[in-house]
């Protein structure tokens, strides 16, 4: 039997990305799929290709009108609610926080926290009058460390990890599991918009993953099916960090090691000198 069998889920940011890997995995596994998403051709042309097992809704998840109708889509549609995936969201170069515009802040914030946080409430409204569920969110590794000139990307994704705890407790009596995701360097439209970049964003997060690659969309899918599914009944309040090992290690201080020795493959100090010279 497939891992999903007879489940509904809802999937923000489901047109592209890892919403769109984890929308094929989803189906793959036996669920029916709403794809939220503001790509609207995008959107439908997946949801036409994958099938009646699936449903497309332009849905902005900064507006509680919209989110509260991809739920009742699930619901109207395919007759439940079984999984909310929070996904959809939004990251860019900020700068310093020192120059930053506060347009800035409110865009970031509006999807990446209030968008979550819209989508925990209607679904968690839903489940609890009908015997639980899983709500998944992908948070990120910069919610645990923080990303220099992305300030508002790392707080609104601190901001849905300690959402996802707050949740849990509130949820478990109901048996809502809440979780998120905490994707480190993954090769997406959002991080590589094109296929020359693609290349380049790969190279550079195989360099900071102690794994030596580059994160895919069915990476972080993989674990979102994991937590949708049955395999993982008594996890719930978690951030699951699928990162190669990026957070386990300070990635700079890693590439200053890394220069360090090749230097002394080399002969040379750090300094710049012969190795053995005073």
């Not at 109708?69 to 900020?94: H, I, K, S």
């Not at 509006?110 to 925990?120: F, T």
């Not at 993989?222 to 300070?250: F, H, K, Y």
Request: proline share 4%; net charge negative.
């Amino acid at each position: 039997m497939a891992r999903l069998d007879g489940k509904v889920a809802v999937i923000t940011g489901g047109a592209s990305g890892i919403g769109e890997s984890a929308v094929r995995l989803f189906v793959a596994e036996g669920a029916r799929v709403v794809i939220g998403d503001v790509q609207e051709e995008r959107a439908r042309a997946l949801a036409a290709e994958l099938g009646s097992a699936t449903r497309a809704v332009v849905a902005d998840v900064r507006e509680d009108r919209a989110v509260a109708g991809l739920v009742a889509t699930a619901v109207d549609e395919f007759g439940a609610l079984d999984v909310m995936y929070n996904n959809a969201g939004v990251g860019m170069v900020e700068g310093e926080i020192a120059d930053a515009p506060e347009e800035t802040f409110d865009f970031v914030t509006a999807i990446n926290l209030k968008g979550v946080w819209l989508g925990i409430k209607h679904a968690a409204r839903r489940m609890r009058e009908h015997g639980g569920g899983a709500i998944i969110s992908t948070a990120s590794v910069a919610g645990l460390h923080g990303f220099e000139r992305q300030a508002v990307y790392a707080m609104t994704k601190a901001g849905v990890i300690s959402l996802t705890r707050s949740a849990a407790a509130e949820g478990g009596p109901h048996g809502i599991r809440v979780n998120c995701i905490c994707p480190g360097g993954i090769v997406t439209p959002l991080s590589a918009p094109s296929p020359r970049a693609a290349e380049i964003v790969a190279e550079r997060f195989a360099d900071i993953h102690p794994l030596g690659r580059a994160g895919q969309p069915i990476d972080i899918a993989q674990a979102a099916l994991w937590l949708a599914g049955d395999e993982s009944s008594l996890v719930t309040g978690q951030a699951i960090v699928v990162d190669g090992g990026w957070s386990s290690v300070d990635a700079r201080w890693q590439r200053l090691i890394g220069q360090m020795s090749d230097r002394n493959r080399a002969g040379v100090r750090p300094d710049g000198a012969p190795l053995g010279a005073e």
